[in-house]
């Protein structure tokens, strides 16, 4: 097959948002590569089955780095000062600036947090306790501060700035007035320098200030936009992609009662059940956007040097090539080997920290309610306009 200059229109619609599984049978059934219109009209290259995806994460010739795009790729308007940051930068410098943060996401790091997060779980539950019997949104008072408190303690952000920073960040995923992304980017980039400023003048044993001090004396230096950049990277990641785990999870769990009953009689399920979480139900959608540095073919398309290239982790994760009965969600599932934390260099930096916080988050909703379902019919939940991401806007619940 070769490629050619038509562009299909965008599959992203109003059911996709609803439930993008469909979409994704749909166009695995027609081929391994589609080349499409994302909503803002971007042509991308859609890869969605399995093997394909899994090659391509670990293909060097797809480049992360922006500068490698051609054919149209607008993608968000960042400015450099948040901008080079892990998901844009190939070897050697993502090694290198990799390195400089790994230390604080080694498993024995992440080990040492247990507490913090199982405290932070408990006031988050005391929250949701409080409204017992009342509708009451799991995300505000649950998925976004439990997240939110553990990252925001590992970097030492003040806690009156943290719902203010992940209030911006969900606006720039799903804006409801032109304007708004570029306007959330300015509010962050400015709260970063003001936070760095703060803690380069007092600085503390938390990690920002680590940083801080591999940008203005280690050896291997970070240069400003790099440290502001990693600043940014660790707190959105280790905020909002959690949060939406968390949310998703427990979701369903509620939509699987016979699964969800097993897990509270069988916490040793936990574990199984997280996994199966992040393979059937991961909200991000696809891998960050890569541009091949020459024509590559791809499950027999070629796509030309510089195109913009989409792998499926939600599609993959669902392929029934690789998975039986992928729609099934089965915590006893013996294949766990998803692809939602990534895999090869781009391997989530916070991955076991990640598993951590959904697997405690979990627990404590169960051990802490016996009895948690929907406030709404299914058919009124409201999942946010992103093709880049399947998530709620809002979980409401009764405890």
């Known amino acids: 097959m070769s490629p050619t200059t038509t562009v299909l229109p965008s599959p992203f619609d109003a059911a996709f948002f609803a439930d993008p599984y469909a979409v994704y049978a749909r166009l695995r059934a027609e081929g391994p590569v589609h080349h499409v219109a994302t909503p803002d009209g971007s042509p991308v290259w859609l890869v969605l089955r399995e093997a394909d995806v899994r090659a391509g994460l670990t293909d060097a010739r797809l480049s992360v780095n922006k500068a490698r795009a051609r054919n149209g790729y607008k993608g968000f308007s960042l400015p450099p000062a948040l901008d080079a ?65 553990v990252i925001g303690d590992l970097l030492d952000v003040p806690e009156d700035s943290r719902r203010t920073f992940s209030g911006w960040v969900g606006a720039m995923f799903d804006p409801v007035y032109p304007g708004q992304v570029a306007e959330c980017v300015d509010h962050i980039h400015r709260f970063l320098l003001e936070l760095i400023a703060a803690r380069r003048a007092a600085p503390g044993e938390d990690l920002l200030s680590a940083m801080i001090a591999a940008r203005d004396e280690g050896d291997d230096r970070l240069s400003e936009d790099e440290l502001v950049s990693l ?96 729609d099934a969600f089965d915590i006893r599932r013996e294949d766990k080997q998803h692809l939602s934390l990534g895999h090869g260099l781009h391997y989530c930096l916070g991955a076991a920290l990640a598993r951590l916080e959904t697997r405690i988050a979990l627990a404590t909703l169960l051990q802490r309610f016996p009895r948690v379902e929907l406030a709404v019919p299914p058919g009124e939940l409201r999942w946010r306009s992103s093709f880049r991401s399947h998530a709620l806007k809002e979980l409401p619940i009764r405890v």
């Open 231 to 326: 600043a940014f990277l660790i707190l959105f990641a280790g905020s909002e992609n959690t949060q939406h785990v968390v949310t998703n999870g427990l979701l369903t769990l509620m939509r699987h009662p016979d699964q969800l009953e097993a897990v509270r009689a069988d916490p040793g399920l936990l574990d199984a059940a997280v996994e199966e979480i992040l393979r059937h139900a991961q909200p991000n959608q696809w891998a960050i956007r890569r541009f091949p540095t020459e024509d590559v073919k791809i499950g027999g398309v070629r796509i030309p040097a510089g195109d913009t290239v989409m792998l499926g982790i939600a599609s993959a994760n669902r392929d029934p090539a690789r998975y039986p009965e992928p």
């Open 85 to 149: 940051n892990l998901l844009n930068i190939d070897p050697a410098d993502h090694l290198r600036l990799r390195r400089l943060v790994s230390k604080a996401f080694t498993p024995r790091r992440v080990e040492d947090l247990r507490e913090r997060v199982r405290t932070a779980a408990e006031r988050c539950a005391d929250a949701l306790a409080a409204r017992a019997g009342e509708a009451t949104d799991l995300v505000e008072h649950f998925a976004n501060p439990l997240p939110l408190a």
